[in-house]
């Protein structure tokens, strides 16, 4: 079986799309793993969304929280989540859902039940950002799973996959691996194929 990986979506959905063409997605021998931050600065986050919705109820997907999914998430009920989310790139999300408010709801709420803070398997542990070193999985805190930045290594006995850091490329450094290729900012969306090392990009 593969893992497919991709990362800091942010609206791009063409990307998306020509990625998982390029690879050759097949959901029944593929197990594709997404990493967060579907949304925000992008033109089409609500298109974005609703294709990891797709991905994850009909080819089983596995759909990682990011930062930027956090804030839009915490942004129904939380003033402190809304004021940091206008500060990061809500105006394209919320332009992407123009006349649609009830859907926006809806999307909040699906990502809200559905969006996981770490996937592990027996070789590696996907995240959004990455972990702290030396600090057991169950003992990591969410903020650190969405936020932190750092090249150091990890030491928890697997590689750490992980995005939300734009490089210009995929980036190794001893037990973690930064796929985030800035695909937002005029870079390109990058996926990571394991075990093979193989990458496809759009």
């Given at each position: 079986?593969?893992?497919?990986?991709?990362?800091?979506?942010?609206?791009?959905?063409?990307?998306?799309?020509?990625?998982?063409?390029?690879?050759?997605?097949?959901?029944?021998?593929?197990?594709?793993?997404?990493?967060?931050?579907?949304?925000?600065?992008?033109?089409?986050?609500?298109?974005?969304?609703?294709?990891?919705?797709?991905?994850?109820?009909?080819?089983?997907?596995?759909?990682?929280?990011?930062?930027?999914?956090?804030?839009?998430?915490r942004s129904k009920y939380e003033e402190e989540a809304l004021n940091l989310w206008r500060m990061n790139g809500a105006a394209s999300t919320v332009k992407s859902y123009e006349g649609l408010s009830e859907e926006m709801k809806e999307h909040q709420d699906w990502m809200e039940d559905h969006l996981r803070l770490y996937y592990e398997t027996e070789e590696y542990i996907f995240v959004h950002a990455g972990?702290?070193?030396?600090?057991?999985?169950?003992?990591?805190?969410?903020?650190?799973?969405?936020?932190?930045?750092?090249?150091?290594?990890?030491?928890?006995?697997?590689?750490?996959?992980?995005?939300?850091?734009?490089?210009?490329?995929?980036?190794?450094?001893?037990?973690?691996?930064?796929?985030?290729?800035?695909?937002?900012?005029?870079?390109?969306?990058?996926?990571?194929?394991?075990?093979?090392?193989?990458?496809?990009?759009?």
């Amino acid at each position: 079986m593969r893992y497919l990986v991709v990362s800091d979506i942010h609206g791009e959905i063409e990307k998306l799309e020509k990625v998982l063409k390029e690879a050759s997605y097949c959901p029944d021998e593929d197990q594709l793993v997404l990493l967060g931050d579907y949304v925000d600065r992008g033109a089409r986050s609500r298109e974005v969304v609703e294709k990891v919705k797709e991905l994850v109820e009909e080819n089983g997907a596995i759909a990682i929280k990011g930062n930027h999914d956090d804030l839009f998430i915490r942004s129904k009920y939380e003033e402190e989540a809304l004021n940091l989310w206008r500060m990061n790139g809500a105006a394209s999300t919320v332009k992407s859902y123009e006349g649609l408010s009830e859907e926006m709801k809806e999307h909040q709420d699906w990502m809200e039940d559905h969006l996981r803070l770490y996937y592990e398997t027996e070789e590696y542990i996907f995240v959004h950002a990455g972990l702290l070193p030396d600090v057991p999985l169950e003992d990591q805190e969410e903020e650190t799973m969405l936020w932190t930045r750092h090249t150091s290594q990890i030491g928890l006995g697997k590689t750490v996959i992980h995005g939300h850091t734009p490089v210009r490329d995929i980036s190794y450094y001893k037990d973690q691996i930064d796929i985030d290729t800035g695909a937002v900012f005029g870079g390109k969306l990058t996926l990571l194929e394991l075990p093979t090392h193989e990458v496809y990009t759009a």
